[in-house]
């Protein structure tokens, strides 16, 4: 499994509300630019709580930790994204799969080689916004979050669960390739548990705090159901 969260982390995560997490994974954490500072400006005219995963790079740490903030070298994304409120980040393979893993509503901010591509496909299912890196500005970025965490974007949590259980089915697929697996996965959960799941279906707002908890007895049976369909284990 991977590493637990480093103890500042998990106190910091147990004290407060669920944060807002930035990260750019490991391709562009090291030529971030203006990224980390404009983020601390849209999150200090916010008054949200926040987590900076910063790479262990100097030049990214741009303020100092807080009761509101924690500046982190670097964290399990699978063990931090589901604990977030809104998760930031570059739309790179490995952290896309777990942003969406996790459920989270995300705002995407593409940096280069498929990561453009990615951010599209993720925003139009409606689980993601995105923002170039070249317009990532503080009031842009407290624009974009403040219409995630209004819970304005149409994330049928559920849904998704049971989808990505198919999506996630071959962990070598390419990112694009791993999201229009999670459409088709959306399909087949419907068909599969649609009566359950009417209002989701119909764009039902879904809480954007969310827990755990989502997933009940009888879906998670509909999960296993999807897996013998996708062919494979998880």
Known sequence: GPDPLPPDLASFLDAGEPPVVFTLGSSAVGAAGMFYAQSLAAVERLGVRAVFLTGGYEANLVGVSSSRVLWVDRAPHRLLFPRANVIVHHGGVGTLGQGLASGRPMLVVPFGHDQPDNAYRVA??????????????????????????????????????????????????????????????????????????????????????GDARLVSDDLLGAQRDLRGLGGGQA
């Open 124 to 209: 139009r299912l409606g689980v993601a916004r995105t923002l170039p890196h070249g317009g990532y500005t503080a009031a842009r970025v407290e624009a974009h979050l403040r219409a995630l965490l209004d819970g304005l974007l149409l994330a049928p949590r559920r849904v998704l669960d049971l989808a990505l259980r198919v999506a996630l089915l071959d962990r070598r697929h390419h990112a694009a390739q791993l999201v229009d697996a999670l459409e088709v996965g959306t399909r087949l959960a419907l068909e599969l548990v649609g009566p359950r799941l009417d209002q989701i279906a119909a764009g039902q707002r879904v809480d954007h705090i």
